[in-house]
């Protein structure tokens, strides 16, 4: 918080590092861009490789500065060697987006789901996000510049979902506001955001490419419509880390506000 009482967001964007897991495709990808775009140093993180090294190259092509580091996000170890990784290229973390999900068991009602099911979707969903926060969080603090921490939640966060993603990202949203209320009670020049966009066009919906094979049946089986493109809804989540004036922001309030492709 500002001497005049005024919560801290990110005013500046070039030459600031931003960390974004599920960089390989969708809007982990889109944030990478955007943030490339803003002039930031990005690191960028996902469990498979191809899918990084192609993210990789094309904000290299465009001239960013970029690593990418493959992270099982489920892994604490894992995402702290993320944060060892972002520090020894750039130094100081400024933003950290906590944008890594998968859809999980769909296939029936949550008592049918098996251990393995539960277990690999909060551990990706929620857990990762647990991972970050104390991954990236205490060097935010310790360098005492500004930053922000994006949780990619989801409108299933605030509106009933009848599956374990839904369960996962409420929460997500949870614990997002925790944080929120544990940096704004310490002062601390990092705001928070939970990003709860409707259906997007991602690959979400095809995560049963690193589905674990005891799983007990295939995610994704149905269809949905998208109802926006990735790029649009990190269209609006740089200015969202700009000084907002509450200790949690949100965007976007409802599923309506989403820019169509």
């Known amino acids: 918080m500002t001497s005049d009482g005024e919560w801290c967001g990110m005013d500046e964007f ?3 590092v931003a960390v ?3 960089a390989g495709s969708g809007m982990g990808k889109a944030f990478a861009l955007r943030f490339a775009a803003e002039g930031m140093h ?3 993180a996902d469990v498979q490789q191809d899918a990084l090294d ?3 190259q ?5 001239g960013a500065e970029v690593i ?6 489920s892994d604490a170890a894992a995402v702290h060697r993320l944060a060892d990784a972002a520090a020894e290229r750039f130094g100081a973390v400024h933003l950290l987006c906590n944008n890594a999900g998968v859809e999980g068991y769909l296939d029936g009602p949550i008592w ?5 099911d539960w277990a690999w979707t909060v551990d990706v969903n929620y857990w990762s996000v647990v991972h970050g926060i104390r991954a990236f969080v205490p060097g935010m603090l310790a360098h005492g510049e500004p930053a922000h921490v994006v949780n990619t939640c989801s409108m299933t966060s605030v509106v009933a979902a009848s599956n374990m993603y839904g369960i996962t990202k409420q929460a997500v949203l949870a614990l997002t506001e925790v944080l929120a209320a544990d940096l704004h009670a310490r002062g601390a020049a990092i705001g928070v955001t939970a990003l709860c966009p409707g259906i997007i066009a991602t690959n979400l919906f095809r995560g049963s490419r690193n589905r674990p094979a005891a799983c007990a049946t295939r995610a994704g089986r149905r269809r949905r419509e998208a109802s926006s493109c990735a790029s649009g809804c990190t269209r609006r989540c740089p200015p969202a880390c700009r000084r907002p004036r509450s200790p949690i922001s949100w965007w976007p309030r409802s599923a309506a506000t989403l820019p169509t492709c």
Request: aromatic residues 0%; glycine residues 10%.
């Open 14 to 16: 070039t030459g600031r």
């Open 20 to 22: 974004v897991t599920g």
């Open 42 to 44: 990005v690191v960028a």
């Open 54 to 56: 192609a993210t990789v």
């Open 58 to 62: 094309e904000l290299a092509d465009a």
């Open 68 to 73: 990418g580091v493959r992270t099982d996000v």
């Open 112 to 116: 049918a789901a098996t251990d393995e």
